[in-house]
T-cell receptor, first 111, second 113 residues
Framework: QKEVEQNSGPLSVPEGAIASLNCTYS??????FFWYRQYSGKSPELIMF????GDKEDGRFTAQLNKASQYVSLLIRDSQPSDSATYLC???????????FGQGTTLQVKP | DTAVSQTPKYLVTQMGNDKSIKCEQN?????MYWYKQDSKKFLKIMFS???????INETVPNRFSPKSPDKAHLNLHINSLELGDSAVYFC????????????FGPGTRLTVL
């Protein structure tokens, strides 16, 4: 089992729609979860982090965490073409302190 | 004012050569990392240093040797380059050991011919 599983996509949504990106992780002890955005040819940048079960909202972005199901998601409301990128899910290993990344989901927002 | 910078941005070299990638951060962070991103986009940690001390050393061939002369710099030297070393190498830094928010450099695309 991979440590972090994401659907590689591409996920295609029309402009203005809600994009839903999902991720499952293997480390039951992890307390810290992250979403990084990576534009093609660029470096990853942190857009959201979440530590507690439930929802965390920041502008058009909402991160959702369910530790019992070992599931974390990212919702992007009112998707814009500029949101087209690869979204990397990551968690901080509970015993290692390492940031473990998923393969990423490529999002395409079509005008 | 680049927060995390890497040089060179591109590196094309022959198998068997030795090369180095340099990284500098001006954020005042005390922890720095090297990541490798392969062609399938998996981003995997290789090493991390905290205040010049090696903290994380993943299962990486010993042809890869990091060096941190001070907490603002972390270099990566690779000996006897192989085809499979072709990837994008990212340097990153964070405040503290937990690495809650890591800031990434622009990456170095290494191509081994």
């Amino acid at each position: 089992q991979k440590e972090v599983e994401q659907n590689s996509g591409p996920l295609s949504v029309p402009e203005g729609a809600i994009a839903s990106l999902n991720c499952t992780y293997s480390d039951r002890g992890s307390q810290s979860f992250f979403w990084y955005r990576q534009y093609s040819g660029k470096s990853p940048e942190l857009i959201m982090f979440i530590y507690s079960n439930g929802d965390k909202e920041d502008g058009r972005f909402t991160a959702q965490l369910n530790k019992a199901s070992q599931y974390v998601s990212l919702l992007i409301r009112d998707s814009q073409p500029s949101d087209s990128a690869t979204y990397l899910c990551a968690f901080l290993g509970s015993n290692t302190g390492k940031l473990i990344f998923g393969q990423g989901t490529t999002l395409q927002v079509k005008p | 004012d680049t927060a995390v910078s890497q040089t060179p941005k591109y590196l094309v070299t022959q198998m068997g050569n030795d090369k180095s990638i340099k990284c500098e951060q001006n954020l005042g962070h005390d922890t720095m990392y090297w990541y490798k991103q392969d062609s399938k986009k998996f981003l995997k940690i290789m090493f991390s240093y905290n205040n010049k001390e090696l903290i994380i050393n993943e299962t990486v061939p010993n042809r890869f040797s990091p060096k941190s002369p001070d907490k603002a710099h972390l270099n990566l030297h690779i000996n006897s380059l192989e085809l499979g070393d072709s990837a994008v190498y990212f340097c990153a830094s964070s405040l503290g050991l937990a690495g809650i928010e890591q800031f990434f450099g622009p990456g170095t695309r290494l191509t081994v011919l």
